[in-house]
Structures are given as C-alpha cells and as structure tokens.
C-alpha cells in the first residue's frame, strides 16, 4: 500500500539537507541506496555526508562557495552532494565520462574551490586540478572527522547547485538554483506521483544532468530508496530482468533509454512491482505508450514529463491503459502549481488562439539564471513587467495550448531548417517515422553537403534488424509529408547513440554510406556508352558506389539541387540535357533515351554495325564463296532495330532517314 504524505508548501522554506535531516530521524534504518555490491541506510548515509561537510568546512570555513565533485555514478556521489550542501555550499557534478575539456572548462568557470573525489577519479582529479585549487579525497578523509549533523544556518534564497548544459558557441553554461526552487520542485514531483517511504526509484542519470535531481531528491526527501545504476557500464545486461528482481516501483528515463533497453524483441518481465513509468527531456511518441499498455501492469500509470534544468517540472500529462492517444506524440500535459505556460510569437507577444509559438514558462520559482553570465540570463529569463517576482524562460521550445489547457511540445525552434526553400521540423519528419510499424526509434538531421545546401538525413532502427525498401518507406511517408519533407537518405542503425544523460546524442550519428540503397528492383549496370556516362555522373554528385540504369533519382537520394549538378556535368561530356528531362526521365535508361542526339544515335549506330561486322568476320571461312541469312543468325543487328533507331532520329527533330 501506497503510504503517500503529502510534500506541503511550507516545507519548501528550509535547505535541502534539513529536509533530508528529517527523513534520517524518521527512517533511520531504511534503506536509502542499493546497488549490487552496496546498501546504505538513512543512517549510514547521513554520516558519510556529514563527514565530508566536516572535511569541507575545515579546509574552507563557511563563506557561500561553489565545491565541485568528482565521482563515478554511485552512492559516493549522492553522499558528496549532500555533504557539500550541509556544509553551505554550490554543489557543482562533474562526470568523469566528459571529454577532459568540458570538465577543464567547468571546473574554471563554476569557480570551485575545492574538487571532491575519490580513489578511482583521483588521477583524473589531479589532471583538472593541475595544483590550482585542492583536491579532497574521500578514502583519505581523517578516520577521527566528526560525523555528526552540522548546525548551519543555510537560507532557502541560498544557492544549491550549478548544472552546466549545452551553451551556445560550443560552450557549456551553468543553470543555479537555490535550495527553495529545488525544494518546490519536488514538491510537484512528490505529489503528482505520490512518492512515498515504500518507494523504490531508478538512477540513470548522471548526476551532472539536471533530471537526475528528480531521482536523488525525489527518493532522499521522501525516505524512498535509490538503486543507481550506470548504463553504460553494464555489458550483457538486461535492465528488465534488473527491474524485476529490484522490484523497483518508479522506472524514470529519457524515452531514448527506455526504446533501446526496454522495448526489445522477446521481452517475457511484467514488471509487477512498476506503478509509475515516468518518461521525460525528449518527446515521447505513440508507440512507447503502446508498449506501457502491453507489458505493464494494470495499476502502473505513464508519466510524461515537461522540465528543463532552468524551471523544474512545469507539465504532466498521466496515461492509464485505457487513455486514447490520437495523435503520435504524446501530449506535454497539464498544469502544475505556481507555473503558468505562455505561446508566444515572434515579437514575444502571448498568443491565446491555439496557434504555434515559443514556448514560455512564468513562475516565481524559476532558475535565478546563468552563472557568471548576465546577458545570456538577460536575454533568456524575461522579468515580470509588473515588476513581481515572476520572470518568463524563453524555452526554445514550439509549441500550442489545445483547447482544454494541454500543451502539445513541438520541438527546438533551432530544429527548423528551410530545404528548398520551404520551412521544415524535423520533430514532424521523426513523428511520422514513428507512426511506421517497421520503425522501432529514429532520428532525423538536417545537415550541409559538400555544396553548402541543406539535406535531410533519416536514421532509423527497426525492430528485428530489417528494413524495408526506400521506394516503401518512401511511398509510406507520402502519406503524411510533402514531398520536400520526405528524407533522401535513409540510414539503417541498429541503435541510437546515447549521451550520458540517456538523449539522443546528435554528435555520434553515422555518416550515411556510399553503398546503393535497398531498392525493389535489382541492380542492372549500364550497357551503352550514354548510360554509362550517365551513370558515372549519378554515382559521382550522389556519392554512391554505383547506379543501376532502373535506379529512380528521388529513390536513390536525387533532389531538385543534385539534377542541376547533374545537368551541367552531362553538358559539360557533350549530353545535352535538362533539368526538366531529370524529372520527367527519373532512371538512367529513360534519361538515356531522352537525351540521345543524331550524334549520339549515329555513334551507337555505328557500334552496332562494328558488332554485326565481327559476327560476319567470325562466321567467314577461308574459300567460301556464298553465305545464307542463317549463317548470321546469332547477329544482333536486325531490320527492327535499324528501324527503331533510324526512328530515334527522325523524332530528334532532324529531317527523315531512310
């Protein structure tokens, strides 16, 4: 039985730790963290944490200073947050799995005067440190500190923490928070999912991303146990017999975790014990709420989540197994407490009639902004005109407000792209993948070719490893996009690849190969000399291996900016054709026919002649002196043919060939 107590609103006026401090009195015992080889109490918890306050103060007394920490994903890492909280101090995660200059960069800019660590990350530790700031390790913290609470007087207006996301110029930024604002947050988190002491929560985010505060505080605050595990770590793993054995009852992932380990052929696990599947950070598709309601249990609820590391939660759309989804993406929900969602237009006025605009997010308990970075926080935390407490987050997100107050998420503004000219998402091209039922995830890109012009790239990951063919894909995505939003690339992956925070990680997608795509028909090589010409240039501005001359353009990754390429390298090897004739003649062998001149038909003529003369040749005998029309049987210039390509030339607008 679920023993929910509510998270009431004056419990945000306090720190963090004193909050936790609560749960330790009431469920000292308890377990608090669980992994395979470890299970912490309450108790135990608390002490590791107040021990390594103790070990902060001495070396850095009280004044308000951010302290990085420096852990593999773990118990340790939960104990050193806390303990830098109830020593007064910003806590800012860095995760030994970022490349070396992220974590340079971080650690510069938070202005941390001390980096937290352990044993295993000390190497790394002492080359980010670099004897500029000092390095306390955990394993080698005084056996006589202290462990005891620490009597601190820490203001809920004091800030928390510093999360560093992805900033513009390929430089991270760092999104503060106070103890009040992290506080308020899970208590919208806490009683929207009722979390209680008998809770069991997963841990997959590292703890440098934002959601995973959701996971750590949501469990600590509330005496609920968590169960990290590291993803990446894990090889030969199945994380739902994991779940199963667990028997964890809040599963929370992005949904791109959720797709490559969870949604897997053969899967036999109920997931009895699951009453909250909570998904969040990406757009959640038709698909994933299909297989909630055919492999959870009955009692279990689907959450979808809306939140950045800037606000907390500000959205929750609840599924059971008999909620319709119309559409194929799942609505970013309802409204939650003390936040309220504007749609706003370009010149950032609210628009109130369903249209699609930026999404913004007013509250008085937004993020106070970037740290050290006043015109990025002027630019994107817009103040109250009133002059109140609220400020509006420009999210960079689209979106609409349905008539009954739910907002639908729409993605990035920044995944606009125009393609010949016309604006396009590719958030709508990947809805539209999904819908398909050979298309288990999928991600689409818009990038720049080697000509400077933008092209879609599709990659997708079927189900049981099989694709069907481009002209399938193709004819099935004409059903629902315009032609200029239908992909010319499609790439076959047998996952995506993930960051350490469970997204998509855009960086590591493939580049698309040179290999002919998956084609209905076969592969049949040029045989005359045009097709041949032809066929090279295709291959060339297409970069593909090579062209079949029943190969249809748009099929094999064609566009209106490839045929005028393609044009003016025919021109240029003496084929005079055009853009028109591409579109109308989408194979070689039609282009080929189209484009034969007298010229060309006459050379042709000619090669057919030389053939039929090296048959003659190759049926004389010396001493013969008369020959039957059957001794050149074999002689593959006949009357029809000759009449055929004599009448090649006459429609080439030359005058009559007898």
């Known amino acids: 039985m679920n023993q929910f107590t509510k998270f009431e609103k004056d419990e945000i006026e306090q720190s963090i730790a004193s909050r936790f401090e609560k749960q330790v009195s009431m469920y000292s015992d308890r377990v608090a963290i669980k992994t395979d080889s470890t299970k912490i109490s309450y108790s135990e918890l608390n002490k590791i944490a107040n021990t390594i306050a103790h070990a902060i103060l001495s070396e850095l007394g009280e004044a308000q200073e951010s302290v990085s920490l420096l852990f593999e994903h773990g118990p340790l890492a939960i104990a050193a947050i806390l303990g830098i909280l109830k020593a007064g101090k910003i806590y800012v995660p860095l995760d030994p799995s970022y490349p070396l200059s992220r974590l340079e960069?971080?650690?510069?800019?938070?202005?941390?005067?001390?980096?937290?660590?352990?044993?295993?990350?000390?190497?790394?530790a002492r080359d980010l440190s670099q004897n500029r700031i000092p390095i306390l390790n955990f394993h080698e913290i005084d056996t006589n500190c202290p462990s005891n609470n620490i009597n601190i007087n820490v203001s809920p207006d004091r800030l928390a923490c510093i999360l560093y996301t992805s900033g513009s110029a390929g430089k991270p930024k760092g999104v503060v928070d106070n103890h009040r604002n992290v506080l308020h947050n899970m208590m919208i988190y806490t009683n929207g999912l009722r979390i209680c002491s008998q809770d069991r929560l997963t841990l997959f985010h590292s703890c440098s991303f934002g959601a995973s505060r959701l996971d750590i505080f949501g469990g600590l605050l509330n005496g609920a146990a968590i169960y990290p595990?590291?993803?990446?770590?894990?090889?030969?793993?199945?994380?739902?017999?994991?779940?199963?054995?667990?028997?964890?009852?809040?599963?929370?992932?992005?949904?791109?975790?959720?797709?490559?380990?969870?949604?897997?052929?053969?899967?036999?696990?109920?997931?009895?014990?699951?009453?909250?599947?909570?998904?969040?950070?990406?757009?959640?598709?038709?698909?994933?709420?299909?297989?909630?309601?055919?492999?959870f249990p009955q009692n279990c609820a689907f959450v979808n989540r809306l939140g950045t590391t800037e606000t907390g939660t500000v959205r929750l759309y609840f599924i059971n197994k008999n909620t319709r989804i119309d559409g194929d993406i799942v609505p970013a929900g309802y409204p939650v407490d003390d936040t309220e969602i504007l749609i706003l237009d370009d010149e950032g006025k609210n628009i109130h009639n369903g249209d699609v605009g930026e999404i913004g997010i007013k509250s008085r308990f937004l993020s106070p902004g970037y740290w050290n970075k006043p015109e990025l926080t002027k630019a994107a935390f817009l103040p109250d005109p009133q002059g109140g407490e609220e400020m509006t987050y420009l999210t960079g997100d689209l979106g609409y407000i349905m008539s009954d107050g739910c907002l639908m998420l729409l993605g990035r503004k920044d995944s606009q792209t125009k393609i010949r000219g016309h604006r396009t998402g590719t958030k709508e091209i990947e809805m539209a993948l999904w819908a398909l039922d050979y298309v288990k995830s999928a991600a689409v890109i818009s990038k720049i070719d080697r000509n400077g012009n933008q092209r879609l790239i599709a990659y997708i990951v079927p189900p049981d490893g099989n694709l069907p063919?481009?002209?399938?894909?193709?004819?099935?995505?004409?059903?629902?996009?315009p032609d200029y939003m239908i992909p010319p690339v499609f790439v076959k992956i047998d996952s995506l690849p993930m960051t350490s925070n469970g997204k998509i990680n855009w960086e590591k997608l493939p580049e698309p190969n040179t290999a002919r795509p998956n084609l209905e028909n076969p592969f049949i090589p040029p045989q005359t000399p045009i097709e041949k010409v032809l066929a090279n240039i295709w291959s060339e501005v297409l970069r593909l291996e090579r062209v079949g001359i029943h190969d249809n353009f748009f099929e094999i990754g064609g566009d209106s900016i490839f045929s005028i390429q393609i044009v003016a390298k025919a021109n240029k090897a003496g084929i005079k054709i055009t853009p028109k004739q591409i579109f109308l003649?989408?194979?070689?062998?039609?282009?080929?026919?189209?484009?034969?001149?007298?010229?060309?038909?006459?050379?042709?003529l000619a090669q057919e002649f030389m053939k039929a003369l090296q048959s003659i040749v190759q049926h004389c005998k010396p001493?013969?002196?008369?020959?039957?029309?059957?001794?050149?049987?074999?002689?593959d210039l006949t009357q029809e043919k000759l009449d055929d390509i004599l009448a090649q030339i006459n429609q080439a607008g030359d005058k009559e060939y007898k």
């Open 585 to 604: 003649n989408q194979t070689i062998t039609e282009l080929a026919r189209a484009a034969s001149t007298k010229k060309n038909i006459i050379q042709n």
């Open 105 to 124: 960069y971080m650690l510069k800019d938070s202005q941390s005067s001390l980096l937290v660590t352990n044993n295993k990350s000390l190497s790394l």
């Open 469 to 481: 063919t481009v002209n399938k894909i193709r004819q099935d995505l004409s059903k629902k996009l």
């Open 623 to 635: 001493g013969d002196k008369s020959y039957k029309s059957s001794d050149l049987s074999d002689v």
């Open 229 to 295: 595990l590291d993803l990446k770590q894990e090889d030969n793993f199945s994380l739902t017999s994991w779940l199963s054995h667990e028997n964890i009852t809040l599963y929370h992932s992005t949904p791109t975790v959720f797709r490559n380990y969870l949604n897997a052929p053969g899967i036999k696990e109920s997931f009895d014990e699951i009453r909250i599947l909570h998904l969040g950070s990406e757009p959640v598709y038709k698909k994933d709420v299909e297989f909630y309601k055919k492999y």
